[in-house]
């Protein structure tokens, strides 16, 4: 037990901190929606996809190898050996990280242009580019705290992240008002860096403190010989870790992390990039179709996602006790758990869709000050129990070493999305996306059902 309290404890951390996190976000987004209207909400969610694609490229993959070897240096005794890895993960991250920021800066009038297609995004970009590297290195020693299983510090960080940003955007309000102006979009946008920037500066600080303590240590030589030792079984015989060895095994499961990443944010930016742009083929002008978007992504949806912050935390937990079932060859417990699962997520999907249903309208006046908000969150509602089911399923997937089928239904399902955005959301209007929506979730269950299927009838 006492070897299994640090993950209880860890979980129980991580999934309350999600649970705050998202209770704040939500009512950021109310306050972001009420002072810069549905079309400043539409031109802020476009940047979406840039941060996606680039954290998918400077971090995201290097964050959970970071993770696993920081793991396994702990487990092999090794107190020094940890650093070095985060030292090289941090190399290679901010080098990628720094690329990063200089193609977003340089070519900013490009991909506002071209690839975000609103123009308007361009001194956005220019901001936002000077969070990538501040991200890059938050998120490598999130990974090293995950690795020596200490979440209190990136649960913190998350926190205060969000809490900064609101309160630079709040502050820029107050200001603007005093002096009789309105702020610009922009304000949000350089919030969110300085959010990052005082994340960065408080991880950057913890880091050092505890290499400092750790490296003040006295280890007495046959103390120091008998770590040796362990280390070199549980390396095979390599006496040392050196840094391109380090490089080598970050890389090694970093890329494909990485790619798999970089492949569903890619479709997933196509997807949020050409709404507007189809919607302006089905008839609106540019304001509207962007007023249309905002509402949609940045209002009605993230009400939708609200109640699976409850199934995400099932996730996490899932995961773990799956694996260990599978392990052991332990059907009836994986039965078991998915029952429970299937029935919890079922009543959860239900009674959100019903009530959504009944008060979405009232809701969306109510909140956003929106009555096209309300039908949005009205018709996302049958969503729910196929979305919650979704996320649970996918997590006892990944623990049953699914995680290349799952992969291939999630591109599946967003080639699927893909396909009405392209061909009915010109003809048809935004109900037509959000059939897709629904169809696409609907897929993604449906084939999670049929591989948990597959996998409990194998001897």
């Known amino acids: 037990?006492?070897?299994?309290?640090?993950?209880?404890?860890?979980?129980?951390?991580?999934?309350?901190?999600?649970?705050?996190?998202?209770?704040?976000?939500?009512?950021?987004?109310?306050?972001?929606?009420?002072?810069?209207?549905?079309?400043?909400?539409?031109?802020?969610?476009?940047?979406?996809?840039?941060?996606?694609?680039?954290?998918?490229?400077?971090?995201?993959?290097?964050?959970?190898?970071?993770?696993?070897?920081?793991?396994?240096?702990?487990?092999?005794?090794?107190?020094?050996?940890?650093?070095?890895?985060?030292?090289?993960?941090?190399?290679?991250?901010?080098?990628?990280?720094?690329?990063?920021?200089?193609?977003?800066?340089?070519?900013?009038?490009?991909?506002?242009?071209?690839?975000?297609?609103?123009?308007?995004?361009?001194?956005?970009?220019?901001i936002i580019a000077l969070s990538i590297p501040l991200s890059a290195v938050h998120s490598c020693i999130n990974g090293y705290y995950y690795g020596i299983k200490k979440t209190g510090l990136p649960a913190a960080t998350q926190l205060l992240e969000q809490l900064c940003r609101i309160a630079c955007v709040y502050g820029a309000d107050r200001l603007a008002t005093g002096r009789q102006v309105r702020p610009t979009i922009n304000v949000a946008v350089i919030g969110l860096v300085v959010g990052e920037f005082l994340a960065m500066l408080v991880s950057v600080a913890a880091a050092y403190f505890r290499f400092y303590r750790v490296s003040s240590k006295v280890v007495c030589p046959?103390?120091?010989?008998?770590?040796?030792?362990?280390?070199?079984?549980?390396?095979?015989?390599?006496?040392?870790?050196?840094?391109?060895?380090?490089?080598?095994?970050?890389l090694s499961l970093a890329v494909p992390l990485s790619v798999t990443r970089i492949v569903i944010n890619l479709l997933q930016s196509v997807e949020a990039v050409y709404i507007p742009s189809r919607l302006q083929a089905f008839g609106y002008d540019s304001a509207t179709a962007l007023s249309i978007y905002g509402v949609l992504t940045g209002m009605a949806m993230p009400l939708i996602f609200f109640p699976n912050a409850l199934t995400g935390s099932m996730s996490v937990l899932l995961l773990p006790m799956v694996s260990e079932a599978d392990a052991k060859g332990n059907k009836a417990a994986i039965r078991r758990t998915l029952g429970k699962t299937l029935y919890s997520c079922l009543i959860l999907g239900c009674l959100c869709t019903l009530g959504f249903l009944c008060f979405g309208r009232p809701i969306g006046r109510l909140l956003f000050k929106s009555s096209l908000a309300g039908d949005f969150i009205c018709v996302l509602s049958l969503i729910c129990p196929f979305m919650y089911l979704g996320t649970t399923l996918s997590?006892?997937?990944?623990?049953?070493?699914?995680?290349?089928?799952?992969?291939?239904?999630?591109?599946?399902?967003?080639?699927?999305?893909?396909?009405?955005?392209?061909?009915?959301?010109?003809?048809?209007?935004?109900?037509?996306?959000?059939?897709?929506?629904?169809?696409?979730?609907?897929?993604?269950?449906?084939?999670?059902?049929?591989?948990?299927?597959?996998?409990?009838?194998?001897?």
Not at 74 to 97: D, Q, R
Not at 238 to 248: E, G, K, N, T
Not at 402 to 429: D, K, Q
Request: glycine share 8%.
């Open 1 to 126: 037990m006492k070897r299994k309290n640090p993950f209880i404890t860890g979980t129980i951390i991580l999934t309350l901190t999600g649970l705050i996190s998202r209770v704040i976000g939500f009512f950021y987004r109310i306050y972001l929606s009420r002072l810069f209207g549905e079309e400043g909400m539409g031109v802020y969610q476009l940047l979406n996809p840039v941060l996606a694609l680039s954290f998918s490229v400077t971090a995201a993959g290097l964050q959970t190898a970071i993770s696993k070897y920081v793991a396994g240096e702990i487990s092999a005794k090794n107190p020094k050996s940890p650093f070095k890895v985060l030292m090289t993960g941090l190399i290679i991250s901010l080098s990628l990280s720094f690329l990063c920021m200089g193609f977003t800066i340089r070519f900013s009038e490009w991909i506002a242009l071209h690839f975000l297609l609103e123009v308007r995004t361009a001194s956005m970009l220019r």
């Open 222 to 250: 046959e103390q120091s010989s008998h770590r040796q030792q362990a280390y070199g079984r549980h390396t095979h015989g390599q006496q040392s870790l050196s840094y391109p060895r380090i490089a080598v095994n970050l």
């Open 395 to 459: 997590s006892i997937l990944n623990g049953l070493n699914n995680a290349v089928s799952v992969f291939f239904i999630s591109v599946a399902s967003l080639l699927i999305r893909l396909l009405f955005v392209f061909f009915l959301l010109p003809h048809f209007g935004i109900y037509s996306y959000i059939a897709g929506l629904l169809f696409s979730q609907m897929f993604t269950t449906g084939c999670y059902l049929l591989l948990l299927r597959r996998h409990l009838q194998k001897d």
